[in-house]
């Protein structure tokens, strides 16, 4: 057999809005809108510079159904730019773009080749030994095995096989098209190219088994590098996976310590210099952050009462670095108090306070109310909203679980009641 190489990708999510970037303006929102399809760009000129021999893009190429014939436009193109150099693609469509999503459609450039919904089939590249064997999904959710209806493998052959696959629900994704590593090793391929998962990784190795994870990441729970795999077969067997990077926004968690005498000016700084320091990393990218502050504080009350300022003084820092180089997504705190100080009467006040708050979630006419008063509130709330929030506080409110609902608020108004100044 032949020495070549390929690139895998999948989960591209063409023109996916990005989230939690509300209120960017000028070229960084021109970069976030355009996020998905610049990294798409970024994957073809890289598997044009690498002079690869073939793609394959493993499922959910779009987010769903088109606004307009633009997404799709988009994607011909840049096939043509493929197809001027002779490179074929391979692509199944996943839950995201499958047939039953999509009302509109194209005429696929010649170079492309889908793999179709009926069964699975197989192409071969007969050059280089290859045969790849795939199948898309006609309706969003396929709840069947689909393995065992892939073809044997191709003796004398280099067999890949293109999946889009929760793999027994990994990584917390919906378990679409449901089978087991063991079922694919069983298969007999050389190379399962598979997509459905956002974290990339290889699951096995001999034969592999392999998610490329998503091209560009779209919040927070997408952090760290985003790309492709390029990966290198000589003799039959394959030498090498490596990893091709094309994101252009990428998302990051970033950890910020306050020590216990900092004061409001000193924790700026911090956060200015620790988004300093990652934004360093980025080569060119827009980092998109989340600030977790933590430690012990005697600004602890503070912070909890001053949240609104805390991250419109964080975004600014961000600002100030320069255009296009970082962006504060949300300002997470887990500080805790310190060396607070008060007076006797004041303490007293403060902690008789705190000591009636602490009991409210277990006060049950209480719950009742806000059963009755912020249940029906909660389901006037957007469906997407009320399935994806990462606020605790909210969640505990969809969930009904009131008694979860009140430790935040109360720690909030706490922290505000402390955090007056004393009226003269």
Not at 361 to 380: F, K
Request: glycine share 8%; proline share 5%; with cysteine.
């Amino acid at each position: 057999m032949a020495l070549f190489r390929f690139v895998h990708a999948a989960d591209i999510h063409l023109d996916s809005p990005l989230r939690g970037l509300s209120g960017q303006e000028g070229e960084d929102a021109r970069r976030i809108q355009k996020a998905t399809r610049e990294a798409f760009e970024n994957l073809v000129t890289q598997s044009i510079e690498e002079t690869v021999d073939f793609l394959i893009l493993s499922g959910d190429l779009y987010d769903g159904d088109w606004k307009d014939y633009q997404t799709g436009l988009f994607f011909v193109a840049q096939m043509g730019r493929l197809s001027s150099k002779n490179i074929p693609v391979f692509l199944v469509y996943g839950n995201h773009d499958a047939a039953s999503q999509m009302t509109r459609s194209l005429m696929l450039p010649p170079n492309v080749n889908l793999f179709g919904t009926r069964h699975a089939q197989t192409f071969k590249l007969l050059d280089l030994s290859v045969a790849l064997h795939g199948m898309s999904f006609r309706q969003r959710d396929v709840t069947d095995n689909l393995v065992p209806g892939f073809p044997d493998p191709v003796p004398d052959m280099f067999n890949i096989g293109v999946l889009h696959t929760g793999l027994g629900g990994l990584g917390g994704h919906l378990n679409y098209a449901p089978c087991s590593r063991e079922e694919l090793i069983a298969k007999g391929y050389d190379y399962w190219a598979l997509g459905h998962v956002h974290q990339g990784q290889v699951i096995n190795r001999n034969p592999h088994i392999v998610f490329p994870g998503n091209l560009q990441g779209r919040h927070i729970r997408e952090t760290g590098p985003k790309g492709a795999c390029l990966v290198t077969v000589n003799e039959g067997a394959v030498t090498d996976i490596g990893f091709l990077p094309v994101d252009v926004v990428r998302w990051e968690v970033i950890s910020v310590n306050v020590n216990p005498e900092d004061d409001f000016s000193d924790l700026i700084d911090h956060i200015r210099e620790a988004i300093l320091r990652v934004s360093e990393e980025m080569d060119g990218r827009l980092l998109a952050c989340r600030i977790v502050i933590s430690g012990k504080t005697k600004l602890h009350f503070q912070i909890e009462s001053s949240r609104e300022t805390l991250l419109a003084e964080s975004r600014s820092s961000a600002l100030s670095l320069g255009a296009s180089v970082a962006w504060v997504e949300r300002v997470v705190v887990q500080t805790e108090p310190w060396g607070i100080g008060l007076d006797e009467k004041e303490d007293s006040s403060f902690m008789d306070l705190a000591q009636i708050l602490d009991k409210a979630h277990e006060d049950p006419e209480l719950l009742r109310m806000m059963e009755s008063e912020m249940g029906e509130l909660i389901q006037t709330l957007p469906f997407d909203l009320r399935i994806d929030n990462e606020d605790p506080a909210l969640k505990s409110a969809i969930d009904r679980q009131y008694g979860d609902f009140l430790p935040p608020v109360i720690r909030f108004l706490l922290s505000y009641v402390r955090n007056q100044e004393p009226k003269s």
